[in-house]
């Protein structure tokens, strides 16, 4: 079946730091991939997402790449603050059947 | 446009009794899931609904859960009755169209003691 793979937290960074969160998923057909955000107190929230292979997703000063090639969607940003500081969830939406599944989350802090 | 929402926020009920969570998805989604979360853990799929059907059913965990989705727009998720091991958050997402991300609610997080 379908699932995804993230990077295991916690991942604690300095303050202008470059952050990567690893992420790979299997899926059969061609799944549209996302990244959700938690802060804390808070919802999930759709950060970026890429609907096909080569796209990237963009917002908030982050990226993430659609790679097919090597069925990744790293999640990256050049310079983090601490209000960056959330659980960061990697997921995959079915072609299929339009189920979504998610990996186990990443919790990133971030030191001022 | 009002975002997916969820009620309650919050509910604790003690073991052997039934609660009601109910979703309000965004007006003209016609896709609904409902996730949960356990202790911080992963967020684990329960079901999904394209209008009022359920399309898929795989996650939820035993017979003591009930979704409904009446006509097509909330949806209701029952505990009857309720374990401990239910406690978690439970979230609610809706969306249209094949390819865009779903929009969450809040979640609801139950605790049974």
């Known amino acids: 079946g379908n699932s995804v793979t993230q990077m295991e937290g916690p991942v604690t960074l300095s303050e202008e730091a470059f952050l990567t969160i690893n992420c790979t998923y299997t899926a059969t057909g061609y799944p549209s991939l996302f990244w959700y955000v938690q802060y804390p107190g808070e919802g999930l929230q759709l950060l970026l997402k890429?609907?096909?292979?080569?796209d990237k997703g963009s917002n908030k000063g982050f990226e993430a790449t659609y790679r097919k090639e090597t069925t990744s969607f790293h999640l990256e940003k050049g310079s983090v603050q601490v209000s960056d500081s959330a659980v960061y969830f990697c997921a995959l939406r079915s072609s299929r059947d339009d189920k979504i599944i998610f990996g186990k989350g990443t919790r990133l802090h971030i030191l001022p | 446009e009002a975002g997916v929402t969820q009620f309650p926020s919050h509910s604790v009920i003690e073991k052997g009794q039934t609660v009601t969570l109910r979703c309000d998805p965004i007006s003209g989604h016609d896709n609904l899931y409902w996730y949960r979360r356990v202790m911080g853990k992963e967020i684990k799929f329960l079901l999904h609904f394209v209008k009022e059907s359920k399309q898929d059913e795989s996650g939820m965990p035993n017979n003591r859960f009930l979704a409904e989705r009446t006509g097509g727009t909330y949806s209701t998720l029952k505990v009857q009755p309720a374990e401990l091991e239910d406690s978690g958050v439970y979230f609610c997402?809706?969306?249209?169209?094949?390819?865009?991300?779903?929009?969450f609610g809040q979640g609801t997080r139950l605790t049974v003691v």
């Open positions: 997402a809706s969306s249209q169209g094949r390819q865009g991300g779903a929009f």
């Open positions: 890429a609907t096909k292979a080569d």
